[in-house]
C-alpha cells in the first residue's frame, strides 16, 4: 500500500534507528487490534520476534466487513465502475466489503438489497466463517451511523456470545472512500485470538 510504502521511505531516512515495517494489510479497527497488541507486547518486554508473531496471530484471526447505504463515494473514488455503481445504485444493491488478507485490498463478501438488509447480512456472513453462537471479539465501527451500529451489535449479539470492545468510529482512509454512513465490524473468534499480556 502507498502507506506501507510511505513508512519505508521514512525508515530508509533513518537507517540508525530501529524500525520494523510491519503490513496490516486490513484498516480502521482491525489495523487497531494489531496495534493494540504489538503495544501491549512491548510493554510485557517481549522480544521483537514474538511481538512479530503475535501480531501476525491477530491479523490472521481478524475479519473486517462493512457496509454502506450509498456508492456515490466509492465511484467517484474509482473504487467501483460508474456502470456498475449506477446499476448497483438503481436496484438498490448495497455490497458487502472486507478486506483480502492476501493483497490487503477491498474485497465484495456478499450484496444485499436496501441497506437494512446489507446490515443483517454481515451476521449471517460472519455465521459462514464462524459457527454461530461462538465466543466472538467485536468492535463495531460507523461514520457517522450510530443507529447503523446498534442494529448490527443488536444482530450480532443474538448470533454470538460476544465480547465487545467500544464502538469507534471509521478510520479516516476508509471513511474518505466509503463517505457518511458507513457500518462494520472488526471481529475474531476467541478461539483464535491470541493471549495478549
Known amino acids: 500500500s502507498g502507506t506501507v510504502n510511505a513508512a519505508r521511505l521514512g525508515a530508509e531516512m533513518v537507517p540508525e534507528a530501529n524500525i520494523t515495517i510491519v503490513d496490516s494489510k486490513t484498516l480502521s479497527g482491525a489495523l487497531g487490534w494489531q496495534v493494540e497488541a504489538a503495544a501491549r507486547a512491548i510493554q510485557a518486554g517481549w522480544p521483537l520476534e514474538k511481538i512479530l508473531e503475535t501480531v501476525a496471530q491477530v491479523g490472521r484471526a481478524t475479519e473486517t466487513l462493512f457496509t454502506l447505504p450509498e456508492l456515490k463515494y466509492l465511484i467517484h473514488g474509482g473504487r467501483i465502475s460508474h456502470l456498475k455503481g449506477l446499476l448497483a445504485s438503481v436496484l438498490n444493491i448495497k455490497p458487502l466489503i472486507g478486506v483480502d488478507k492476501e493483497s490487503g485490498k ?92
Open 106 to 197: 477491498y474485497a465484495e463478501r456478499g450484496k444485499a438489497r436496501t441497506f437494512a438488509r446489507a446490515l443483517r447480512h454481515i451476521g449471517e456472513v460472519i455465521t459462514q466463517q464462524v459457527p454461530a453462537g461462538s465466543a466472538l471479539r467485536v468492535q463495531v465501527m460507523h461514520a457517522n451511523n450510530p443507529d447503523g451500529a446498534a442494529v448490527l451489535r443488536e444482530q450480532l449479539d443474538r448470533l454470538f456470545e460476544c465480547t465487545w470492545l467500544p464502538e469507534a468510529p471509521i478510520a479516516p482512509v476508509l471513511g474518505a472512500h466509503a463517505g457518511p454512513g458507513l457500518v462494520g465490524a472488526a471481529y475474531a473468534p476467541l478461539s483464535a485470538f491470541p493471549a495478549l499480556p
